[in-house]
């Protein structure tokens, strides 16, 4: 069973930066799509992130494009999320998941999505 570990959450003054952890365990095939997501209070979950295990092929969305980078160490088996030039609304609840078999290009729904960690917060404040 795969199981997704989240860390490296905080609260951060705007302009800061973050680095979030996936600790991935529990693997057995080696075709994934791993992401991030988000949700804030009173707000649907919101996709902000992919890489494609295999090709390290990596995917943002507009919203985050040019301040986060998703990257993978797969000999620690962990998914990272770099946070930078953080802005208030990017607080929220954020998100490790995973998706077997790829086709990172176009999965975006929380659905699409079978493994999930159990969050990590982060604060942003102007």
């Known amino acids: 069973q795969v199981q997704l570990v989240e860390s490296g959450g905080g609260s951060v003054q705007a302009g800061g930066s973050l680095r979030l952890s996936c600790a991935v365990s529990?693997?057995?095939?080696?075709?994934?799509?791993m992401s991030w997501f988000r949700q804030a209070p009173g707000k649907e979950r919101e996709w902000v992130a992919s890489?494609?295990?295999?090709?390290?092929?990596?995917y943002a969305s507009d919203s985050v494009k040019g301040r986060f980078t998703i990257s993978q160490d797969n000999a620690k088996n962990t998914i990272y999320l770099q946070m930078n030039s953080l802005k208030p609304e990017d607080t929220a609840m954020y998100y490790c998941?995973?998706?077997?078999?790829?086709?990172?290009?176009?999965?975006?729904?929380?659905?699409?999505?079978?493994?999930w960690g159990q969050g990590t917060q982060v604060t942003v404040s102007s």
């Open positions: 998941a995973a998706a077997a078999g790829g086709a990172c290009s176009y999965l975006r729904n929380p659905a699409d999505f079978a493994y």
């Open positions: 529990g693997v057995t095939y080696n075709r994934y799509c």
């Open positions: 890489i494609y295990s295999v090709t390290s092929t990596t």
